[in-house]
Each structure stands twice: as C-alpha cells, then as structure tokens.
C-alpha cells in the first residue's frame, strides 16, 4: 500500500477535526477528499504530507511515517497545497525547465515540459514571468510544476482554484493519467465535476470521519478515461 493512515486524528490544540481515520490509496487510484468549509481537509493534505503533526495515529508513505523532512519522503510525494512559490524573474517556461532540471534524470516514461505545457495550454504565456500572469494562468502553471517532477504520491488541495472549465477538465485528466503512470492521488475539491468520475474514491470528512475503511473499495482501472 502507498499510502496508509491509521487511526489518524487531527486537530489543533488537543481539538480533534476528526478522529479514526483509516484510509488507504495505492499505486493508480485517486481518492477525492469532500467537506464542508472548515471540516479539515487541508489540515488532512497536510498531515499526509508531513507537515503537519497529527494528534494522534499514524500516516505512512511507502511504509515510512510522512515527514517532509526526509530526504526520501520528499522525493515521493509531490504537494500543490495553497498555491505555488515563485521566481519573480522566471517566465512560466523557465519555471517548468528549472523543476525538469532540478529533477534529471527523469524517468523514461514522465510527463515532459511539452506534455504539460500543451496539456495546460501554457503556450500563450510561456515566456511571462509570474507577477504578469492572471490567477487562473498562475494556478495553471503551479499545477504543472507539480507534476513536472518525478513522484509517487501527488497531494492536490483544491487545485480548480481560479481555473476556468478547460483548466478544470485538464486537470482531471491529468490526475487521471498519473495515476494510469503508476501514482496514488489525494485529491481535494469542492468541485462536483472533479469529485466524479468512473473509478474514483471518495471520502467525505462529514459522512465518513469514523473508525471504518473511507470510501468504496476498489482500483480504477488502468486509462479508464475515468472523467
Ligand atoms: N494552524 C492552525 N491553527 C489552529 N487552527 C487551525 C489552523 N489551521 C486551520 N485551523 C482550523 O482548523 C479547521 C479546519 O481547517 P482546514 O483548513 O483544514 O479546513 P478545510 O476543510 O480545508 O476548509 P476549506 O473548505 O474552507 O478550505 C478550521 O476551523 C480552521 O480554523
């Protein structure tokens, strides 16, 4: 199992969200996280990614507990969680190489700059850097980067932010296809059109925040076209 939470409970000064949380994602499946403003999923993305200290339970990736202080954990799991951090002088293009750069050798079969620049629509402003660029052209990029990078684990938090339709349905079809690449996705969304599609798991931190298995179970089939 890639990821796997346990008895997992988070909270803020000793005050649970949730508690009990059990959950499993494995290599080509996506679990879509639901909930109403304030239930905790961000504070959840953020537990999985190692940044968080949950109050109590445990969270592993590829059987090590999730602390983004390991070299090795970080170079699993790739995290869009509020917005992307940039390089006021890069062009979007150059952002998109600098993180391809970082990462080389990537491996055979990833998503090249090209995939993600076409896949984006990133054409139109790939030599504008940052401060020029529309929110939604911004949460584009962002989204990019976080695949542009080799990993196992991809955690999205609300990655619809600011995109219009077409930005909307790439990304669900990207997430799609990382998974079909062998990856586990911990998706969270407000966005119904998201939240479904053929495959997918779901959890709702207002319904399923108990002692029990979240979601239904099951893999999504490999290029199921799931959306
Ligand atoms: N650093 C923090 N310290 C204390 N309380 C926090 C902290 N971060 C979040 N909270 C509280 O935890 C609760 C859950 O916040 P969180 O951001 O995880 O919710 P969410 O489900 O992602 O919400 P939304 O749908 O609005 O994005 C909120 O009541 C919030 O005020």
Same mark, same amino acid.
């Given at each position: 199992?890639?990821?796997?939470?346990?008895?997992?409970?988070?909270?803020?000064?000793?005050?649970?969200?949730?508690?009990?949380?059990?959950?499993?994602?494995?290599?080509?499946?996506?679990?879509?996280?639901?909930?109403?403003?304030?239930?905790?999923?961000?504070?959840?993305?953020?537990?999985?990614?190692?940044?968080?200290?949950?109050?109590?339970?445990?969270?592993?990736?590829?059987?090590?507990?999730?602390?983004?202080?390991?070299?090795?954990?970080?170079?699993?799991?790739?995290?869009?969680?509020?917005?992307?951090?940039?390089?006021?002088?890069?062009?979007?293009?150059?952002?998109?190489?600098?993180?391809?750069?970082?990462?080389?050798?990537?491996?055979?079969?990833?998503?090249?700059?090209?995939?993600?620049?076409?896949? %984006?629509? #990133? $054409?139109?402003?790939?030599?504008?850097? @940052?401060?020029?660029? +529309?929110?939604?052209? &911004?949460? !584009?990029?962002?989204?990019?980067?976080?695949?542009?990078?080799?990993?196992?684990?991809?955690?999205?938090?609300?990655?619809?932010?600011?995109?219009?339709?077409?930005?909307?349905?790439?990304?669900?079809?990207?997430?799609?296809?990382?998974?079909?690449?062998?990856?586990?996705?911990?998706?969270?969304?407000?966005?119904?059109?998201?939240?479904?599609?053929?495959?997918?798991?779901? %959890?709702? #931190? $207002?319904?399923?925040?108990?002692?029990? @298995?979240?979601?239904? +179970?099951?893999?999504? &089939?490999? !290029?199921?076209?799931?959306?």
């Amino acid at each position: 199992m890639l990821l796997e939470s346990r008895d997992l409970s988070v909270g803020y000064r000793d005050q649970p969200l949730f508690n009990a949380l059990r959950m499993d994602v494995d290599t080509g499946e996506v679990l879509v996280v639901t909930g109403r403003n304030g239930s905790g999923k961000s504070s959840l993305l953020r537990c999985l990614a190692g940044q968080q200290r949950p109050l109590g339970g445990t969270v592993t990736v590829e059987g090590r507990t999730a602390d983004d202080r390991a070299p090795r954990f970080r170079r699993s799991v790739a995290a869009l969680l509020d917005g992307g951090a940039w390089y006021p002088n890069l062009t979007a293009a150059e952002h998109l190489s600098f993180v391809q750069l970082v990462n080389d050798p990537l491996p055979d079969d990833w998503f090249t700059a090209a995939d993600l620049t076409t896949a %984006l629509a #990133l $054409d139109g402003f790939a030599d504008t850097v @940052p401060g020029q660029l +529309s929110s939604g052209q &911004r949460q !584009r990029l962002a989204v990019a980067m976080v695949l542009a990078r080799p990993s196992r684990l991809l955690l999205l938090d609300e990655p619809e932010r600011h995109l219009d339709e077409t930005g909307r349905d790439a990304v669900g079809r990207l997430v799609v296809e990382y998974a079909d690449r062998g990856g586990a996705v911990v998706l969270v969304t407000h966005d119904a059109s998201l939240a479904t599609g053929p495959g997918l798991r779901t %959890l709702s #931190l $207002d319904r399923d925040t108990t002692a029990r @298995p979240a979601g239904t +179970s099951g893999k999504r &089939r490999r !290029r199921s076209g799931a959306r």
